[in-house]
């Protein structure tokens, strides 16, 4: 095996007029070559950061240089989720309906403080503190709004992280099936599935402390 300086590795024995024609390599390294050099984002956005994911496509960031400038407008062609914006309660179900949508291999980009943890909004009775409570999140950007440099750069991060996967270890190859996200529920508030067994136990638990106060007899003053 030699590299591009043509320096041979141990137990690979090219012959020298074939080392300009053949390279030695691994099958994880040419699989997510292929897939980091053409990464569909779902065309997509929730507020102010989603002007700033249009410009990082525009001429002056270029984001074709990457291969990512292909923004699919059906979950069922992208493989990459880039949440830029605000999430509010109201949103959050159709995002999780749309990441499951979405086949694998598949990411998700957290862009901006709101998607990240709730940016100044964090407080407010309508919003949703990171979209990493309901989602799997690949990368965080920081910012607000984060600049399009910021953006491509969390873009190249998670071209570093694909570069690293490998198709033994991956989640869309294993037996085992993925399931779905529960489809958060939006009544008086916003409800998680997955959290049904523990709002149950501790409606119970408050139930039985608030019986347990009433039977107990009133004391009387002297």
Same mark, same amino acid.
């Not at 525009?58 to 990512?68: I, N």
């Not at 069922?76 to 509010?88: E, F």
């Not at 980009?109 to 919003?127: H, Q, R, T």
């Not at 409570?133 to 690949?138: A, G, N």
């Given at each position: 095996?030699? @590299? /591009?300086?043509?320096?041979? /590795?141990p137990?690979y024995?090219i012959?020298?007029?074939?080392?300009?024609? +053949?390279t +030695? %390599?691994?099958?994880?390294?040419?699989y997510?070559?292929?897939?980091r050099?053409?990464?569909?984002?779902m065309?997509?956005?929730?507020a102010?950061?989603?002007?700033?994911?249009i410009? %990082?496509?525009a001429?002056r960031?270029d984001?074709a #240089?990457?291969?990512m400038e292909?923004m #699919?407008?059906s979950p069922r062609? !992208? @493989?990459?989720?880039i949440v830029?914006?605000t999430?509010? $309660? $109201?949103?959050i179900p159709?995002?999780?309906?749309?990441y499951n949508?979405?086949?694998e291999?598949k990411?998700?980009? !957290?862009?901006?403080?709101? !998607?990240?943890g709730g940016?100044?909004f $964090?407080?407010g009775?309508?919003?949703?503190?990171g979209?990493?409570?309901? +989602?799997? +999140?690949d990368?965080?950007i920081?910012?607000?709004?984060?600049?399009?440099q910021?953006?491509l750069?969390?873009l190249?991060t998670?071209? $570093?992280?694909i570069d690293?996967?490998?198709?033994?270890?991956?989640r869309w190859y294993?037996k085992?099936?993925?399931?779905?996200?529960?489809?958060?529920?939006?009544g008086? @508030?916003?409800?998680d599935? #997955?959290e049904?067994?523990?709002?149950?136990q501790?409606?119970q638990e408050?139930?039985?402390?608030?019986e347990?106060?009433? /039977?107990?007899?009133?004391?009387?003053e !002297?």
């Amino acid at each position: 095996m030699s @590299d /591009s300086n043509g320096i041979q /590795s141990p137990g690979y024995e090219i012959p020298p007029e074939l080392q300009s024609q +053949v390279t +030695v %390599t691994t099958l994880d390294r040419i699989y997510n070559w292929g897939r980091r050099s053409s990464i569909w984002p779902m065309m997509f956005g929730l507020a102010c950061c989603a002007i700033e994911m249009i410009c %990082t496509a525009a001429s002056r960031y270029d984001l074709a #240089r990457f291969g990512m400038e292909v923004m #699919r407008a059906s979950p069922r062609q !992208a @493989d990459l989720m880039i949440v830029s914006g605000t999430v509010t $309660k $109201k949103m959050i179900p159709t995002i999780v309906r749309l990441y499951n949508q979405m086949p694998e291999p598949k990411y998700v980009i !957290a862009m901006g403080a709101c !998607a990240s943890g709730g940016g100044p909004f $964090k407080e407010g009775y309508n919003v949703v503190s990171g979209v990493d409570q309901f +989602v799997p +999140v690949d990368v965080y950007i920081p910012g607000c709004p984060p600049t399009p440099q910021a953006l491509l750069h969390g873009l190249i991060t998670l071209q $570093k992280k694909i570069d690293r996967e490998s198709i033994k270890s991956v989640r869309w190859y294993r037996k085992e099936a993925i399931d779905a996200i529960p489809i958060p529920v939006l009544g008086p @508030d916003l409800m998680d599935p #997955r959290e049904y067994d523990r709002i149950k136990q501790y409606a119970q638990e408050k139930l039985a402390k608030q019986e347990s106060a009433e /039977s107990e007899p009133a004391v009387e003053e !002297a």
